[in-house]
């Protein structure tokens, strides 16, 4: 481990796979609650015409993505609120034109291909630059801030949306800032993860800490240090063998899910037998500790 902080390529990107090992769980987790684990994904779509107008305009790839990204976000929420039964489909031409736009595109700039796609649709920690690495930091920053900052608005809205509109929460500005904030994940995990990765990372973790924890707080804390470990693992593990990074760190997500899913059924069971040895407890001596639950009491 420490012979590989000596290439200065890898300390940039041990880095981004901490950043993103804590971003994407935490944006992630009010994905979940909200039922749009898929959410990342589409994005990702979206996020390939970005990546492709970086190489057509001769800027930096993040920078072109973020804004598309956004808007795509925005038009996302918006296809929500007044999509209705078209929404699907809209949301459909949306994610696959994001991909068709991107291969044109980037077959349109001077010397692309769709290789040049390839280490953002995968991943590729030899290419994660001081300048990127700079602007993940940001991205990372402002992300951490919002999921972080205001969870308990975020939670609050993810759970039900007529009570928060109730309680007076703006829910249609924190919708629209979660979209957004899910939209910067996506450009801040796409060099490490990959575009087609990056929801992965966004949702296994916190389904894999959802299986132990029995609190939003702790599925989060949990979720978190998921990502982190199992991105620093795969980026670790794809120096070595020379493979995406994107796929080792799902692939080492969903083991993580499955072990704790393993270990956790035996003890979600024991839980659930000593409950009910506890409730058939309290009814005996309710009932004056001679009648079993359920059964008449006379008096």
């Known amino acids: 481990m420490i012979d590989i902080l000596g290439y ?66 925005v038009l996302m929420e918006l296809i929500r609120w007044y999509g209705k039964a078209r929404g699907d489909l809209a949301l459909a031409m949306l994610f696959y034109g994001g991909m068709a736009g991107g291969v044109l595109l980037i077959n349109l700039a001077p010397n692309g291909s769709n290789a040049n796609l390839t280490t953002f649709l995968w991943g590729s920690i030899t290419t994660v630059s001081a300048e990127d690495l700079t602007a993940i930091c940001v991205l990372a920053a402002f992300v951490a801030a919002v999921a972080l900052g205001l969870r308990r ?15 007076g929460l703006p829910v249609r500005l924190l919708n629209l800032l979660l979209a957004v904030t899910a939209a910067l994940t996506v450009t801040v995990a796409m060099r490490v993860v990959g575009l087609l990765l990056v929801s992965a990372l966004m949702v296994v973790p916190v389904a894999a800490a959802q299986q132990a924890t029995r609190s939003f707080a702790m599925t989060l804390v949990a979720a978190i240090g998921i990502g982190v470990a199992v991105s620093l693992s795969g980026t670790v593990y794809s120096f070595y063998v020379d493979v995406p990074p994107g796929a080792s760190i799902v692939v080492l997500a969903i ?36 009648n079993p639950p359920g059964d008449d009491v006379k008096v």
Do not use: S
């Open 255 to 290: 083991a993580v899910f499955a072990v704790i899913t393993a270990l956790a059924a035996p003890l979600a069971k024991r839980r659930a037998r000593r409950a009910a040895a506890a409730y058939d407890e309290e009814c005996t001596l309710e009932a004056g500790g001679t």
């Open 8 to 73: 200065a390529f890898m300390q940039r990107a041990l880095l981004a796979a901490v950043l993103v090992g804590i971003t994407a769980p935490a944006v992630g987790i009010y994905l979940v609650q909200r039922r749009q684990a898929i959410m990342g994904d589409g994005i990702g779509h979206v996020a390939l015409t970005g990546v492709a107008l970086g190489f057509l305009t001769g800027t930096n790839p993040i920078w072109t993505a973020i804004g598309v990204t956004v808007l795509g976000a």
């Open 153 to 167: 608005q975020l939670f609050a809205v993810c759970q039900d949306e007529e009570f928060a509109r109730v309680t």
